[in-house]
């Protein structure tokens, strides 16, 4: 058995597996280490109900970066993407309703039964959102620049990465300040009246975050989910074929193909270091492998404060990473269903468009802001925000004939309770979401024939994401860029030598994108 390799990847998530591929075209010898049974950390499709196919956390995609689809061939190993069309419906509690298409003119026709005002400057918003987002998403494929600097040749990175700054108008680097560190609601406000569009465009400010649509910072999170989209529609979202594990099962594939050795249920229990400098892990079972590389797909809490031995770490560096913000908010319901919900607002059980978009339970800005004011002093949200997807909507294949998968986000469940904890709030607090669902769809009750629920305590557990946070620490702009995850340690390697992130918790952050993996593939190649 080969116990010494060029590279050890801890973690076989969906950017752990990009390293690997890249590494293993390369020509080096790679072992990925999944402490699961499955490969694809939150990034996986689950036979939680016999029968049912379930994408049981990561559930959509649009931010996987195309150089990553393209140079590592997933399409050739089983990736193809159903856009979503209507991406986006939203029914309300007076009986009216509103979509969101792929087709410009259709979806400002819908905006204009709220607000002829906004249906008219709607696609001058998408225009600014589209060119803010040109400026930003070549920096998603870029380390960052190393700062503060410590070499002669570290002084180039920020000029590099200021070049395109500089050739913007004062209006361009404005709008980009501004969408960096205001609030998703400031921005909305100045743009638009009706509540009905600025929460449909809102929530993607506040998904997965530790904050409303009044806390700043929030404009980028939005920013942050438009960073790529699917049949060349910028921010568009979709299915994935088989769900979204067969984005690691390609990714997987893609590197054996190339000679990666990917072995299952093999935690690892700590990383092995002689003279500041790794030199392989070892597994719980007490075995060893050695190798010149070792890369953490881990989030930077779970890496440095858990698989590393705290004096192999400067001080510094250490209080850096316990002050990383890495809780999160994010509740997952996964419901087989025999058969689709019938919305008062938009009635029929027949496979139809409002089954078809995301759908958002989620009334008015006040209603997110509420849903926030509960989190925030420790508590599950009393009403809060519902993303539901039916993916069988789409791949029918995921379900028995007849039945259907609804994946149900919910936000906001805070990691930290004031005065329970998950295991006593979990099941009233499924419940809850289930009743306020069904008070849109009444058939839902006797709909449900299958219940998995996720808190947030289950997602660091089952799916090592600390503090259960789906992103890998807060995308807030003090863990950005070249402060992700620590000022000094942006460009994926460690104070210790010969170790490297690659995981979400380092730039550009979170969501199913491979470009942290890509990433450190790149500078773990430049740099050996």
């Given at each position: ?69 393209r ?55 998408e ?5 803010i ?24 990175d ?12 004062n ?28 929460v ?114 400067p ?69 809060p925000l519902?993303e ?6 789409y ?18 469940a ?38 998995h ?30 402060m ?45």
């Amino acid at each position: 058995m080969i116990s010494s390799y060029d590279a050890i990847i801890i973690g076989a998530g969906h950017n752990g597996l990009v390293t690997a591929g890249y590494l293993a075209r390369a020509g080096w010898k790679v072992l990925v280490l999944e402490r699961r049974h499955i490969v694809g950390g939150a990034c996986v499709t689950e036979e939680v109900f016999p029968g049912y196919r379930v994408s049981t956390a990561s559930y959509l995609v649009s931010l996987l970066q195309d150089k990553v689809v393209r140079e590592l061939e997933l399409p050739r190993y089983g990736y193809k993407v159903f856009p979503k069309d209507p991406a986006y419906f939203a029914p309300y509690p007076d009986g009216r309703y509103m979509f969101m298409y792929q087709d410009m003119a259709r979806t400002c026709r819908e905006i204009a039964k709220f607000s002829a005002k906004d249906a008219e400057r709607y696609p001058a918003y998408e225009a600014y959102i589209e060119r803010i987002a040109r400026l930003i998403e070549p920096l998603f494929l870029q380390p960052p620049p190393q700062f503060p600097p410590q070499r002669l040749s570290d002084w180039l990175d920020p000029l590099r990465a200021g070049r395109t700054l500089l050739g913007l108008s004062n209006t361009q680097l404005a709008d980009a300040i501004k969408l960096m560190t205001r609030s998703v609601q400031t921005i909305l406000d100045e743009w638009f009246e009706s509540d009905a569009l600025k929460v449909a465009l809102a929530t993607d400010g506040v998904i997965g975050t530790n904050g409303g649509p009044h806390t700043p910072g929030t404009a980028y999170v939005l920013l942050h989910h438009v960073m790529g989209g699917v049949g060349g529609v910028r921010g568009l979202w979709g299915f994935v074929e088989g769900g979204m594990g067969a984005i690691t099962q390609a990714l997987a594939a893609s590197a054996q193909a190339h000679g990666t050795d990917i072995r299952t249920d093999a935690p690892v229990a700590r990383v092995m270091t002689r003279d500041d400098t790794a030199t392989g892990v070892v597994l719980q079972n007490g075995s060893e492998f050695h190798a010149n590389v070792v890369i953490s797909n881990a989030d930077p809490r779970r890496t440095f404060l858990q698989l590393v031995e705290r004096n192999a770490l400067p001080d510094e560096f250490v209080a850096q990473i316990e002050s990383y913000q890495c809780e999160g908010t994010s509740f997952k319901i996964n419901l087989g269903l025999g058969e689709l919900p019938d919305y008062s607002a938009f009635p029929g059980t027949a496979l139809g468009p409002q089954h078809r978009g995301t759908t958002h339970i989620c009334p008015s800005m006040e209603y997110l802001e509420r849903a926030w004011d509960d989190a925030k002093y420790g508590q599950p949200s009393t009403h809060p925000l519902l993303e539901i997807t039916i993916p069988t909507a789409y791949d029918p294949t995921l379900a028995p004939d007849g039945k259907h998968i609804m994946g149900i986000f919910v936000q906001y469940a805070p990691y930290q309770l004031k005065d329970s904890t998950w295991a006593d709030e979990k099941e009233g607090f499924v419940q809850r979401v289930l009743d306020i669902l069904g008070a849109y769809a009444p058939n839902l009750p006797r709909a449900i024939e299958h219940v998995h629920a996720l808190s947030p305590l289950d997602l660091e557990q089952e799916y090592g994401l600390t503090g259960g946070n789906i992103f890998h620490g807060a995308l807030s702009l003090d863990q950005l860029f070249f402060m992700r995850p620590a000022l000094g340690w942006a460009r994926y390697a460690t104070p210790i030598r010969n170790l490297y992130l690659c995981g979400s918790g380092a730039h550009p952050g979170g969501g199913v994108t491979g470009a942290p993996g890509h990433n450190a593939a790149m500078e773990i190649l430049q740099k050996r």
